[in-house]
């Protein structure tokens, strides 16, 4: 590696036109030489003055800040360019010197991290900081990753590489997205309390299919619900019972003979619940590091992630409310484009979205963060007028689409056994 570091600067002090080409992809600390990351941040600060950085400059310029001596000399400075024959792919130097910088931190950050534990620093944080260190180090990486558009072009146009979208099980919603849920994209549910947002994901986590028509595979972080009500819920969904009646059977309240046909049912329900592959994180608060470890974990298990929901993560320390869904509605957008997945996140509304007055909601409505609109792919507002209590129509609208049109439809939300249907709900049974 120290003969490539050398050929590559000596190849710039005899052509010192090439910088141009290259030194947008290696950095100073990219280099392990000590007297290389001198010359290099010379070159580097030469070229910013407009001046090509050939062997006299340089020379020149490590004179004048006194590093010259430092490294060895003027004869120190020439001997690299005896290894200049050997750069004949400068291109492919330069991306050698750079993941080889890149390893090397993160190799650093690791056995920093080690030792952290070692001497007793909180484990949990100290991951989380490890993580975060490591993104920010491949995220460099992702710079120089540019893809020619005939590349892209034929990706598009192979059909062996045909979008694996994520369908919701709800054609209507599907159709209005070009087929359902794209990799790689952040879909907001937002809604005032208790109108639907949480069961309209609870509907799609036990019903969305991938594109070869197997059921998905889903992470269901879950914020607000213990895992217990989630699996009531989805029993409502799943076998289209009762709630309160699921409630009963298994708090065993109530020991009445004439619930020995639920009894049955429920066993149905859980049957199928227990089915899925559903993955399911239950715990009361996280905080953004601990959701990126959370979707790295299990990214390569999933084909969906769904989070309920966003406001609330735990803000670090000397965070506010702002800051904290800010970072969340950021980490969304940045796991979803990392690991190519769909994330679904669900919102609540501020004040303003709770009126009762008709006013349907907007995206002026998101509580506490016009980040979440900027960050998020698609945007779906929920509304229904507190009529009937055993079915009502619940409208969604599509106030985002990145990729498409606004639009508004209708579906069917049974309170009483949370199941979402298109169309009219089905009786549930007694």
């Not at 070159?43 to 310029?61: F, K, M, N, R, W």
């Not at 879909?187 to 309209?200: H, N």
């Not at 969304?332 to 006013?359: H, M, Q, V």
Request: hydrophobic letters at 35%.
């Amino acid at each position: 590696m120290r003969n490539i570091e050398a050929a590559t600067i000596g190849a710039i002090l005899i052509n010192p036109k090439s910088f141009a080409n290259i030194q947008g992809i290696v950095r100073v600390d990219d280099f392990h030489s000590e007297l290389n990351r001198t010359v290099w941040r010379a070159i580097q600060e030469i070229s910013a003055q407009g001046i090509l950085p050939d062997l006299l400059t340089v020379a020149e310029h490590l004179r004048k800040s006194g590093q010259l001596d430092a490294i060895g000399g003027a004869v120190a400075l020439s001997a690299l360019t005896e290894f200049a024959e050997y750069s004949g792919n400068l291109d492919q130097y330069a991306e050698s010197i750079a993941k080889a910088g890149r390893e090397r931190e993160m190799r650093e950050a690791i056995l920093d991290a080690s030792d952290s534990v070692k001497e007793g620093e909180n484990a949990e944080e100290v991951s989380g900081q490890l993580i975060s260190e490591l993104e920010a180090i491949g995220r460099l990486d992702n710079i120089t990753q540019a893809k020619p558009i005939k590349e892209i072009v034929k990706d598009c146009m192979n059909p062996e590489k045909s979008m694996d979208y994520v369908k919701t099980g709800y054609q209507q919603l599907d159709n209005a997205h070009g087929g359902g849920l794209e990799p790689g994209t952040v879909t907001i549910i937002g809604a005032a309390p208790s109108i639907g947002k949480s069961q309209l994901a609870i509907n799609i986590s036990a019903q969305a299919t991938r594109a070869d028509g197997q059921q998905a595979r889903i992470l269901y972080i879950s914020l607000e619900m213990s895992d217990a009500m989630l699996f009531e819920r989805l029993c409502g969904a799943c076998g289209n019972m009762l709630l309160a009646t699921v409630r009963v059977i298994r708090n065993q309240t109530a020991k009445d003979y004439t619930l020995e046909s639920s009894v049955d049912k429920l066993l149905e329900s859980a049957e199928r619940v227990y089915s899925l592959p559903l993955l399911v994180y239950d715990k009361r608060t996280i905080n953004c590091d601990e959701f990126r470890r959370i979707v790295a974990r299990y990214h390569s298990q999933v084909d969906l992630v769904i989070l309920d929901y966003l406001q609330l993560m735990r803000g670090e320390k000397n965070q506010s409310r702002l800051e904290t869904v800010e970072a969340g509605s950021k980490a969304c957008k940045e796991l979803a484009k990392r690991y190519r997945l769909p994330i679904i996140a669900i919102a609540s509304l501020n004040r303003e979205g709770y009126k009762e007055d008709g006013t349907r909601p907007n995206l002026a409505h998101l509580k506490q963060c016009g980040d979440i609109e900027y960050d998020s792919d698609n945007v779906w507002m929920l509304y229904r007028e507190k009529k009937d209590a055993r079915k009502e129509d619940l409208e969604l609208y599509i106030r985002k689409q990145r990729q498409g049109a606004i639009d508004n439809m209708n579906f069917a939300y049974n309170l009483e056994t949370g199941r979402i249907t298109e169309g009219l709900p089905e009786i549930p049974d007694e």
